[in-house]
């Protein structure tokens, strides 16, 4: 069984550009989050969606997070603009359903804003 | 909300000794405890959780927690430290009902010596 697959795995961009992250789940997990990991902290969940709809993205700053997961497969995470605090690991998990299931891990995407 | 903290940012053993690190939660219900392992430039894998049966959960590459309410904690232990061990570790809670997410801990770096 293929795992979460992510990409690209490092990116460096400058301060307010733009950046896009890539993921696509375990085949037939309904349900997709994204990570943020700053460097020394436990991930921070981002958004987390149930098929193609967003259950949570308290956590999302909106004014420059933006992310879509279309036919409720693969999904993609944007920053626009970046900002220096942005830097990070940005992962990608998967389950089953919402409910009590393992979350299976993306490698992540090590983001570097300058 | 309910959040763990991890005591320890660093904990360094000697390959053969008692790995001991330690999770304490705050959790105003019976909670959902998982323990994580990173890998340097990989995603988090499941060590073991904690479901409110047993209070002690055996997981993955020996290692085990102990649920106990009265302490609030869920420490990971694994008898025999081997180098591979090396790592970072995360104790994770599961938080909300009818949508549920993770909350995880700043995480322990495990250094192992020859």
């Known amino acids: 069984e293929a795992g979460v697959a992510q990409s690209p795995r490092y990116k460096i961009i400058e301060k307010r550009q733009s950046v896009a992250f890539w993921c696509n789940p375990i085949?037939?997990?309904?349900?997709l989050y994204w990570y943020q990991q700053i460097l020394g902290q436990g991930p921070k969940l981002l958004i987390q969606?149930?098929?193609?709809?967003?259950?949570?993205d308290s956590q999302l700053p909106k004014d420059r997070f933006s992310a879509e997961r279309l036919k409720g497969v693969d999904s993609t995470l944007k920053i626009q603009p970046a900002k220096l605090e942005d830097s990070a690991v940005y992962l990608c998990?998967?389950?089953?359903?919402?409910?009590?299931?393992?979350?299976?891990f993306g490698p992540g995407t090590r983001l570097t804003v300058t | 909300a309910q959040s763990v903290t991890q005591l320890g940012s660093h904990v360094s053993v000697s390959e053969g000794a008692l790995v001991l690190l330690r999770c304490n939660y705050s959790s105003s219900v019976p909670p959902y405890l998982f323990w994580y392992v990173q890998y340097p430039n990989q995603g988090l894998q499941l060590l073991l959780k904690y479901t409110s049966a047993a209070t002690l959960v055996k997981g993955i590459n020996g290692f085990e927690a102990e649920f106990k309410k009265s302490e609030t904690s869920f420490h990971l232990t694994k008898p025999s430290a081997h180098m591979s061990d090396a790592a970072e570790y995360f104790c994770a809670v599961k938080e909300g009902t009818g949508f549920q997410k993770l909350v995880f801990g700043t995480g322990t770096r495990l250094l192992v010596s020859p």
């Open positions: 998990a998967s389950s089953l359903e919402q409910g009590f299931y393992e979350q299976y």
């Open positions: 085949s037939g997990h309904a349900t």
């Open positions: 969606f149930q098929n193609n709809g967003v259950v949570d």
